[in-house]
T-cell receptor, first 115, second 113 residues
């Protein structure tokens, strides 16, 4: 079974630019969650998508947005990049819906650096 | 904020059992205890989870106290590759949607030869 894959692995952008990060969920999973992990901190929840709809959001501004596609892959878009957006961005997939209590499985993340 | 308390760091000798404690005194009846670990430069790896019974899988054992206010993750024979940050997380069991994970700072486990 294929695990969660994220692309690109590393990315460098400048302030004010926009970025799109991509995630392919694990086979059979229909729910994708995105997390931001600053250096030395635990991951922080950004938002979750279930069956192509946003299904919960953490304390992040609207310039963080996302999409989920019919094949359950997902994108995280960040507009107007700020220096504090430099972080590891993690995607996790799980089986949601009526199948309760399923663990989330993470990819290895995209390291985003803002200059 | 994270609903768990863990020691900042722990050491363990290679080949010995590693016992990682976690306090979750405000846990509610429908919340599970989850454990993840994160090896440097990788994403968090799911280890195990439980509600009130002790659980065991190929990676570890999870011991939850009867009052559910604390738990211990046990790695029976620690190896150098078990060096990582270990996160204890309390998570709501959602039926129609999946609750997000609230990470604290975790315990940095160092396995030494």
């Amino acid at each position: 079974e294929t695990g969660v894959t994220q692309s690109p692995t590393h990315l460098i952008k400048t302030r004010g630019q926009q970025v799109t990060l991509r995630c392919s969920s694990q086979s059979g999973h229909n729910t994708v969650s995105w997390y931001q992990q600053a250096l030395g901190q635990g991951p922080q929840f950004i938002f979750q998508y279930y069956r192509e709809e946003e299904n919960g959001r953490g304390n992040f501004p609207p310039r963080f947005s996302g999409l989920q596609f019919p094949n359950y892959s997902s994108e995280l878009n960040v507009n107007a990049l700020e220096l504090d957006d430099s972080a590891l961005y993690l995607c996790a997939s799980s089986l949601g819906g009526d199948v309760a209590n399923q663990p989330q499985h993470f990819g290895d993340g995209t390291r985003l650096s803002i200059l | 904020d994270a609903k768990t308390t863990q020691p900042t760091s722990m050491d363990c000798a290679e080949g010995r059992a590693a016992n990682l404690p976690c306090n979750h005194s405000t846990i509610s009846g429908n919340e599970y205890v989850y454990w993840y670990r994160q090896i440097h430069s990788q994403g968090p790896q799911y280890i195990i989870h439980g509600l009130k019974n002790n659980e065991t899988n190929e990676m570890a054992s999870l011991i939850i106290t009867e009052d559910r206010k604390s738990s211990t993750l046990i790695l029976p024979h620690a190896t150098l590759r078990d060096t990582a940050v270990y996160y204890c997380i309390v998570r709501m069991n959602y039926g129609g949607s999946q609750g997000n994970l609230i990470f604290g700072k975790g315990t940095k486990l160092s396995v030494k030869p």
